[in-house]
Each structure stands twice: as structure tokens, then as C-alpha cells.
């Protein structure tokens, strides 16, 4: 009985020595600590899609490592593009070209209609991974860009390269007169023009252009 007393005594003197160690300061980083790791372990799972692309029989495969990939092996292909659509932005708001909403809307409509309707729009949008946000932004850049070649060059086609045209492509043409389709082809042709001089523009744009590659 008198071990058992000295014992328990010896216990409660070591209870609260331990007690009396735990600080408040060191009590509110413990506290604190749990809490991070708490809501760091909540983020992470909720969050996991933006850390984490894919598991193999539960083994992570990174976001960080999905995107190095794709850097190395399309990265300059995708940045060279999206280097041409900031020139192009630019050089559409220096001479003051305007993309209102109705021009976009009016070419998703003509899109719509040469498509064959909506459910054909809707399907080649999936085909494409687009959505129709991401489709009025590219035609943003589309539009601006024929604006912008109307604006700075004014081509011409002549009745002679018309007639040539015709000639040259009569088999494909389903044996219809010249009269009838004489304004659709004069039309391709300036199209044509307008995106050989554009091109031949912009090449210099780009050329005069200070452009820096981190990849």
C-alpha cells in the first residue's frame, strides 16, 4: 500500500510537471498547426482536379508533369499561335478596328446556317473541344483580322482573272453560267488577295515586332 501511495504520488507529481510544461505560446502553435494541416488536407481534396490530372492504381500523375509535357512537345506550335492573336489584337486597336457583338453574332448565325442548323453547330463545337464562349473569342480575332486587311489594303479583280477562274474550274462548277455565279467568284477571288497581302503584312509586323520566348 505505501509503494502503491508513493507511486501514485510520483504520478501525480509527473502529471503535473507535464502540465505545467505545456506553455501557452507552445499550445497555440500546436493548435495551430493542426488547423493547418487540417485545411490544407480539405483544399487538397476539394482541389485535388487542379494538382493532381490522373491516379494509376492510386499513384499520382501531376498536373505540374501533365502540362511539362505537353510544353515539350507543343509549346512553341501553341505559343507561335497565340504570339500571332496578341499581334493581331494589337494591330487591330492601333488602326482603330472595331469587333462589335453583332458582327460576332452574325457570323455564328452564318456558321449555324452553313453547318445545316444548330445541332450540327453544336456538334462540330464538341468535335473541336470548343464551347461557344471560346468560339465567339476566336472569332473575335477572325473578324478583326479581315476588318483589319480590308481597312489597309484595297485589292481588285479584274473580268479577265474572273473569266480565268471560271475556266480554269468549269468541270467543278456543274456546268452553271458565268452570269450566274460571276459575283461569288469575284468575291472568293478578293478574299484570296486580301489574305496574300495580309499575310505578307503581318509577316513584316512580326518581323518589326519585340517578341520574347520563355519556353
Same mark, same amino acid.
Not at 505505501?2 to 507535464?18: D, E, F, G, S
Not at 505560446?25 to 494541416?37: C, D, M, P, Q, S
Not at 506550335?77 to 482603330?96: F, P, R, S, T, Y
Given at each position: 500500500?505505501?509503494?502503491?501511495?508513493?507511486?501514485?504520488?510520483?504520478?501525480?507529481?509527473?502529471?503535473?510537471?507535464?502540465?505545467?510544461?505545456?506553455?501557452?505560446?507552445?499550445?497555440?502553435?500546436?493548435?495551430?498547426?493542426?488547423?493547418?494541416?487540417?485545411?490544407?488536407?480539405?483544399?487538397?481534396?476539394?482541389?485535388?482536379?487542379?494538382?493532381?490530372?490522373?491516379?494509376?492504381?492510386?499513384?499520382?500523375?501531376?498536373?505540374?508533369?501533365?502540362?511539362?509535357?505537353?510544353?515539350?512537345?507543343?509549346?512553341?506550335?501553341?505559343?507561335?499561335?497565340?504570339?500571332?492573336?496578341?499581334?493581331?489584337?494589337?494591330?487591330?486597336?492601333?488602326?482603330?478596328? &472595331? %469587333? =462589335? !457583338?453583332?458582327?460576332?453574332? @452574325?457570323?455564328?448565325?452564318?456558321?449555324?446556317?452553313? $453547318?445545316? #442548323?444548330?445541332?450540327?453547330?453544336?456538334?462540330?463545337?464538341?468535335?473541336?473541344?470548343?464551347?461557344?464562349?471560346?468560339?465567339?473569342?476566336?472569332?473575335?480575332?477572325?473578324?478583326?483580322?479581315?476588318?483589319?486587311?480590308?481597312?489597309?489594303?484595297?485589292? &481588285? %479583280? =479584274? !473580268?479577265?482573272?474572273?473569266? @480565268?477562274?471560271?475556266?480554269?474550274?468549269?468541270?467543278? $462548277?456543274? #456546268?452553271?453560267?458565268?452570269?450566274?455565279?460571276?459575283?461569288?467568284?469575284?468575291?472568293?477571288?478578293?478574299?484570296?488577295?486580301?489574305?496574300?497581302?495580309?499575310?505578307?503584312?503581318?509577316?513584316?509586323?512580326?518581323?518589326?515586332?519585340?517578341?520574347?520566348?520563355?519556353?
Amino acid at each position: 500500500n505505501i509503494v502503491n501511495m508513493a507511486t501514485k504520488k510520483k504520478t501525480k507529481k509527473t502529471v503535473k510537471k507535464l502540465k505545467l510544461n505545456l506553455k501557452p505560446g507552445f499550445a497555440k502553435n500546436l493548435i495551430l498547426v493542426l488547423l493547418v494541416g487540417s485545411v490544407s488536407f480539405l483544399l487538397a481534396k476539394r482541389y485535388k482536379g487542379q494538382f493532381i490530372a490522373a491516379t494509376v492504381n492510386y499513384q499520382p500523375i501531376s498536373r505540374f508533369k501533365l502540362n511539362k509535357s505537353l510544353t515539350e512537345k507543343y509549346g512553341e506550335v501553341v505559343l507561335d499561335e497565340l504570339i500571332n492573336q496578341a499581334l493581331v489584337q494589337d494591330l487591330i486597336k492601333k488602326n482603330g478596328v &472595331e %469587333v =462589335t !457583338d453583332t458582327d460576332i453574332e @452574325e457570323e455564328v448565325a452564318n456558321l449555324k446556317l452553313q $453547318l445545316g #442548323g444548330d445541332e450540327v453547330f453544336e456538334a462540330t463545337l464538341a468535335q473541336y473541344g470548343l464551347n461557344l464562349d471560346q468560339l465567339k473569342e476566336r472569332l473575335q480575332v477572325t473578324i478583326g483580322q479581315r476588318k483589319l486587311a480590308s481597312v489597309m489594303f484595297s485589292p &481588285e %479583280v =479584274t !473580268d479577265e482573272e474572273v473569266l @480565268e477562274y471560271y475556266t480554269q474550274n468549269e468541270a467543278s $462548277l456543274e #456546268g452553271r453560267p458565268l452570269s450566274e455565279i460571276q459575283e461569288h467568284i469575284t468575291a472568293s477571288l478578293l478574299d484570296q488577295k486580301l489574305q496574300q497581302e495580309f499575310s505578307t503584312w503581318f509577316a513584316e509586323q512580326r518581323e518589326a515586332a519585340t517578341i520574347r520566348s520563355f519556353i
